[in-house]
C-alpha cells in the first residue's frame, strides 16, 4: 500500500501510467487512435466550465446549463467508438459498441430523471437549480428519481453491476485494451 492506508494509491497510479511508453499498435489508423483518447478528454473536461463552484464561482454561467452537460456527455460517445474502432482488433471494436449502447440507452433515462427537477427549479440554469434548493433539498420530495438518477449514474461510468461493456471474461477490457500510457488515462478521466 502506497502511503498511509493506501490514500496516495491514486497518486502512484497517475505517475506509473504518465510515466510509461505510448505503444500504438502496427494495424491501428495512427491518427484516429491519437486523437480518440484527446477528443474524450476535452469533452469531459468541456463539462466542468458550467459546473458551479460557488454561488458566484463558475466559468460560464448559460441557461441552458444542463442541457450542455448532456450534449458533453452524449458527444463523449464518439471518442469510445472512435477509439474501438481506430485500433483494429475486433475486441475492442466490439467493446466499444457495447460502451457506446449503454451510455445512449441511459443517458436516455437520466434526461428524464432530471425533468421533475428541471420542473421544481423552473430553469435549466445550474446556479438556479442549486439555488432554488435553499429552502428544501430536491433529493427529498424526489427520492425515487434519486434513486433512479444513481442506477443511470452507475451505468453511465460502468461500475458493477453494470460493467458488461468491459467485460474482462471474454472482452479483456473494453474498448481501451490496445490503450496505454496517457491515452488510457485520459479515458478515465470521463468518469
Given at each position: 500500500m502506497v502511503g498511509i492506508f493506501g490514500l496516495l494509491q491514486a497518486i502512484a497510479d497517475a505517475a506509473k501510467l504518465l510515466s510509461k511508453e505510448t505503444i500504438i499498435p502496427l494495424s491501428s489508423n495512427t491518427?484516429?487512435?491519437i486523437i480518440a483518447p484527446i477528443i474524450t478528454y476535452i469533452i469531459s473536461?468541456?463539462?466542468w466550465c458550467v459546473i458551479p463552484f460557488d454561488k458566484y464561482i463558475v466559468i460560464s454561467d448559460i441557461n441552458l446549463g444542463i442541457l450542455f452537460v448532456f450534449a458533453m456527455s452524449s458527444l463523449g460517445v464518439y471518442g469510445?467508438?472512435?477509439?474501438g474502432w481506430s485500433s483494429n482488433s475486433k475486441y475492442a471494436f466490439l467493446g466499444s459498441l457495447r460502451s457506446a449502447a449503454q451510455l445512449i440507452s441511459y443517458e436516455i433515462s437520466m434526461g428524464l430523471v432530471i425533468m421533475p427537477v428541471l420542473t421544481l427549479a423552473g430553469s435549466t440554469n445550474l446556479s438556479?437549480?442549486?439555488l432554488g434548493q435553499t429552502d428544501i433539498f430536491y433529493i427529498i420530495p424526489l427520492f425515487p428519481s434519486f434513486i433512479l438518477f444513481f442506477i443511470s449514474i452507475l451505468a453511465e461510468t460502468n461500475r458493477v453491476p453494470f460493467d458488461l461493456p468491459e467485460a474482462e471474461s471474454e472482452l479483456v477490457s473494453g474498448y481501451?485494451?490496445?490503450?496505454?500510457?496517457i491515452g488510457f488515462t485520459f479515458f478515465f478521466s470521463r468518469i
Open positions: 491518427i484516429i487512435f473536461f468541456m463539462t469510445i467508438i472512435m477509439s438556479a437549480i442549486i481501451n485494451v490496445e490503450y496505454s500510457s
